[in-house]
């Protein structure tokens, strides 16, 4: 049950906004600012490792500060990171988010070491330890994107399944041989949003053209924010959830859709059905909105498995 995530490492300093930032030298109090773990791909391996998934992060990082405060968070959380390179001739790579009450952002990216990460970062006696490999934030893996079709093909030619997850794009390309990527996929996770710039097509039509650019047993898991979730095959939809009443107050979004990943990824692992694993993956988002950052909120398995059993 062992799971590999190649990825994105990055630090997440959160300004929460009690209203937007005005410009001309002016200073204005905000109610918090928290540094956290951020990331798509280690916010994604975060959420495994807390739902019982041994779970390895293969990334680069900075040899700084931020850094080695990163490398703290992921053992503290069970992650393990015998496999992340430091490269001493860049700086970690950071995220600024500036959030609003409703939950809105702003996220400033700072790359760094982020888009590091290759393919060789990954010995081969690893894979012979895992049984699924995701790969985060696409867009941001300049060094992986021209390998990952050929690399995933050979991880599913073994029998080891494979995740993908593109984020958003900062060259607003919506290229970068995703396409060919996605047909090397298990599991395609993206919004509604998402899919529309990929595809250049809207609602179901983006649906259809990437449930078609997957193998013919490919999932693709929308993340639709407070709609839930739906998961499509080449079918139509195979299931379709929506989060469970909660009237603690929302803190932030950031990582949610991550959260939502390690929640379903987690529980296929342990063997749930496509309902209730798409079920698991939205309770553990809506429950990572209620704490600061990506990590802070996230689920354990045992109350993962016990919000399941209320329903």
Excluded at 53 to 77: C, I, K, N, Q, Y
Aim: charged share 20%; glycine share 10%; proline share 4%.
């Amino acid at each position: 049950m062992s799971h590999l995530v190649l990825g994105e490492l990055c630090a997440d300093i959160v300004v929460a906004l009690a209203a937007d930032p005005v410009f001309g030298q002016t200073e204005s109090l905000v109610p918090s600012t928290t540094i956290t773990m951020g990331s798509s791909s280690a916010i994604t391996a975060c959420g495994l490792a807390r739902l019982g998934v041994t779970t390895t992060l293969v990334s680069v990082a900075g040899d700084d500060v931020l850094g080695r405060f990163l490398l703290e968070e992921l053992r503290a959380r069970d992650v393990q990171t015998d496999h992340i390179r430091i490269d001493s001739s860049r700086p970690t790579g950071s995220s600024t988010i500036l959030t609003r009450p409703d939950g809105d952002r702003a996220i400033l990216t700072a790359l760094g070491s982020i888009g590091q990460v290759r393919v060789d970062d990954v010995p081969a006696a690893l894979l012979e330890t895992v049984s699924h490999v995701h790969v985060g934030a696409y867009f941001l893996q300049y060094q992986l994107q021209d390998s990952l079709p050929q690399w995933f093909a050979a991880l599913r030619a073994r029998g080891i399944t494979t995740s993908l997850d593109p984020n958003f794009d900062p060259a607003q390309a919506w290229d970068s041989g995703i396409l060919e990527a996605i047909g090397q996929t298990d599991i395609f996770f993206c919004n509604d949003d998402e899919a529309t710039a990929i595809t250049g097509a809207d609602g179901a039509e983006a649906v259809h053209a990437l449930t078609r650019q997957l193998p013919d047993d490919g999932l693709l898991v929308v993340k639709r924010g407070a709609d839930g979730a739906r998961a499509h095959g080449s079918g139509g939809v195979r299931a379709e959830v929506r989060p469970p009443a909660d009237d603690r107050p929302l803190v932030d979004t950031v990582g949610a859709g991550d959260s939502l990943t390690a929640g379903f990824l987690a529980a296929r692992a342990h063997g749930w059905d496509l309902p209730s694993a798409l079920r698991a993956g939205v309770r553990n988002a809506t429950a990572s909105t209620r704490g600061v950052g990506g990590t802070s909120a996230q689920l354990t398995w045992e109350a993962l498995v016990a919000e399941a059993e209320r329903t």
